[in-house]
Structures are given as C-alpha cells and as structure tokens.
C-alpha cells in the first residue's frame, strides 16, 4: 500500500511540473529548463556583443578615413609651399643678379634717379625676424636678402655721388642710415625684446630679494 501511494505522489509531482510548465514557462520549470533560460540569455548577450564591436569597426574606419584624408590635405598645402617657396626664391636671385649687373651711373640726374628708386623700394617693405628653418622662416629669410641687396646697392651708389655733390651726398647718407636703422630693428627686435624682458624680471627679483619682500 505504501508503494503504491508512493508511485501515486510521483506521478502526480511530475503531472503538476508539466501543467506546471505549460502554463508558467521557465519561472516554475525544472533546473533543466533553467539551463536552457541561461544560455538563451548568453546568446543574446554575444550578439549584442558582436552588433557593439562592429559599430566601434565601423567608427574606427571612419576616424582613420579621416586622419587619411586630413593627412594628404596637409601634405598637399606643404608641397604648394614648398613650390611656392622655390619660386620666390628663383625670383630673388633673378633680382639680385639684376641688381649686381646694374651699372651705377654716371650722370648725376641718373644717379639720383636709381637712388630714389631704391630707397622707394627699401621704404615698401621691412625686414622682418627670422627664425627657424620652416617655410614661413625660409621665406622671411629671402625676403630679407633681397633688401639687403637693395641696401647694398644704394650704398655703393651713394658713395659714387659723394664724389659729385657734397650737398645731395649728406641728404641721401641720413636716408641710409635710417634704412640701417630700420633693418637693425626689423631683424632682432624679438630678441631685444627679450633681453629687455629678462631684465627687467631680474630687476625685480633682485629689488624684492634686498628688500625683505621675497621670503
């Protein structure tokens, strides 16, 4: 009698799991159905996974597009300046062979016309601070050999009037000084600036030093 009241409550455990489970899905389901939930969810979790990393493959290929096509930009606006730069300086060298060429000359109306001509062009430009070694520096350093070769030029034909006419010779030789001056200032006033400023900053570390006030 108890065996068969045994086999009764087995029969009627695994009736209710199955009613069970029909109507209740994997909340009242056997440790098995449990498993079966489990990897369900992994399934879907790699997926995500795999969905996240091609979006960030996709984002990565864009980015380096990008990078790519910044890159040739940059290195098409070097090689237009590069050739611009060697254009310029083609120019220069033309100018300063014309000038080396140029017979001062001897007539003073001429001579004096050639000075006026210099100094107007000495007068349209600066000479300018130059440092480094990039393209912006090399073209500020063949733009101040090409006015120094003017300078040159109005010095060797002052000279030549100074020969002629000592009241004009004093007139042109306080413009040459002031074009001197003008490239004196032009090329190393960043580093006067400099200096000054160094100076001063050492001045007035010294002055609160003595004085008690740094401490």
Same mark, same amino acid.
Request: charged share 35%; aromatic share 12%; no cysteine.
């Given at each position: 009698?108890?065996?068969?009241?045994?086999?009764?409550?087995?029969?009627?455990?695994?009736?209710?799991?199955?009613?069970?489970?029909?109507?209740?899905?994997?909340?009242?389901?056997?440790?098995?159905?449990?498993?079966?939930?489990?990897?369900?969810?992994?399934?879907?979790?790699?997926?995500?996974?795999?969905?996240?990393? $091609?979006?960030?493959? &996709?984002?990565?290929?864009?980015? +380096?597009?990008?990078? #790519?096509? !910044?890159? *040739?930009?940059? @290195?098409?606006?070097?090689?237009?300046?590069?050739?611009?730069?060697?254009?310029?300086?083609?120019?220069?060298?033309?100018?300063?062979?014309?000038?080396?060429?140029?017979?001062?000359?001897?007539?003073?109306?001429?001579?004096?016309?050639?000075?006026?001509?210099?100094?107007?062009?000495?007068?349209?430009?600066?000479?300018?601070?130059?440092?480094?070694?990039?393209?912006? $520096?090399?073209?500020? &350093?063949?733009?101040?050999?090409? +006015?120094?070769?003017? #300078?040159? !030029?109005? *010095?060797?034909? @002052?000279?030549?009037?100074?020969?002629?006419?000592?009241?004009?010779?004093?007139?042109?030789?306080?413009?040459?000084?002031?074009?001197?001056?003008?490239?004196?200032?032009?090329?190393?006033?960043?580093?006067?600036?400099?200096?000054?400023?160094?100076?001063?900053?050492?001045?007035?570390?010294?002055?609160?030093?003595?004085?008690?006030?740094?401490?």
């Amino acid at each position: 009698m108890v065996f068969i009241k045994s086999i009764k409550r087995e029969v009627g455990r695994n009736t209710g799991k199955v009613i069970s489970n029909l109507f209740f899905g994997d909340k009242h389901s056997t440790p098995h159905r449990f498993i079966t939930s489990r990897n369900k969810k992994k399934s879907i979790s790699e997926k995500e996974k795999g969905q996240i990393l $091609e979006i960030e493959r &996709i984002s990565l290929e864009s980015k +380096l597009k990008k990078d #790519l096509l !910044k890159t *040739e930009h940059e @290195l098409e606006l070097e090689k237009n300046e590069y050739e611009r730069i060697n254009q310029f300086e083609g120019e220069v060298d033309e100018e300063i062979n014309f000038l080396y060429n140029l017979k001062i000359p001897v007539e003073e109306i001429k001579l004096i016309e050639l000075l006026d001509s210099l100094d107007f062009k000495l007068k349209s430009s600066s000479w300018k601070n130059a440092i480094g070694d990039d393209s912006e $520096e090399r073209g500020k &350093i063949l733009h101040n050999k090409l +006015l120094d070769a003017y #300078l040159t !030029k109005f *010095e060797v034909s @002052l000279r030549k009037l100074g020969r002629q006419s000592t009241e004009l010779f004093s007139i042109y030789k306080e413009i040459l000084k002031k074009h001197k001056r003008k490239r004196f200032y032009g090329k190393y006033k960043l580093g006067f600036f400099i200096v000054f400023v160094f100076i001063l900053l050492a001045t007035a570390y010294m002055y609160l030093y003595y004085t008690g006030e740094l401490k």
